[in-house]
């Protein structure tokens, strides 16, 4: 995924379909996201061909039903998102982002002990 796009929300739904199932068909990424709420056809294949266009996803049309896959892992993306938000809404501190997602919903107890264990390992990268 280029760094300078940000794909809208519902750009992001095809996406997180396409992470979770893998390459797969319009009529398959819109069964999936008729699951949550009534969605079109040709509204689906709209965002997908200009996700296309955007270099988002990639499309193989060696076959009479076009098959999408995302062009960037789920991880990739989200750190490019992060990234941008960090930039834009927190001055670049990594410090600030983390304090307001921690504050704007309540970690698990699993989720914190990932973040300690997290930051134990950068703490171990600086020594």
Not at 72 to 78: I, V, Y
Not at 92 to 114: D, F, H, I
Request: glycine letters at 6%; zero cysteines; proline letters at 2%.
């Amino acid at each position: 995924m280029a760094k300078n796009i940000r794909p809208t929300d519902g750009e992001l739904e095809i996406l997180a379909v396409l992470w979770d199932r893998g390459p797969s068909t319009v009529r398959e990424v819109r069964d999936q996201l008729s699951r949550e709420r009534k969605v079109g056809y040709t509204t689906v294949l709209k965002l997908m061909q200009i996700m296309f266009e955007k270099g988002l996803v990639a499309r193989d049309d060696s076959h009479r039903t076009h098959v999408y896959r995302a062009r960037a892992r789920k991880e990739t993306t989200q750190r490019h998102l992060v990234n941008d938000l960090m930039s834009r809404a927190f001055g670049g501190s990594p410090q600030q982002l983390v304090l307001q997602a921690l504050s704007a919903k309540r970690a698990t107890k699993e989720e914190l002990a990932e973040i300690r264990e997290l930051i134990s390992r950068f703490e171990g990268d600086e020594s």
